[in-house]
């Protein structure tokens, strides 16, 4: 048996080491944050336009 790998089979083990610690680095799950004080928060200003809008839908 040979006690040392070659020089091509250290280069395949390293690029399989890199490869594997990149696709578990990377395929971490995200979460996004909750946001804070949505239900108080004004999405739009009721304007003309809106109320005519709005009574089309009726």
Known sequence: MKKFKS???????????????AIAVTSKKSYAKAPENVDN??????????????????
């Open 41 to 58: 928060e004004i999405l739009y200003r009721e304007t003309e336009h809106f109320k005519k809008y709005y009574e089309t839908l009726k």
């Open 7 to 21: 020089r091509r089979e250290f280069l395949k083990l390293g690029m399989l080491a890199a490869s594997t610690t």
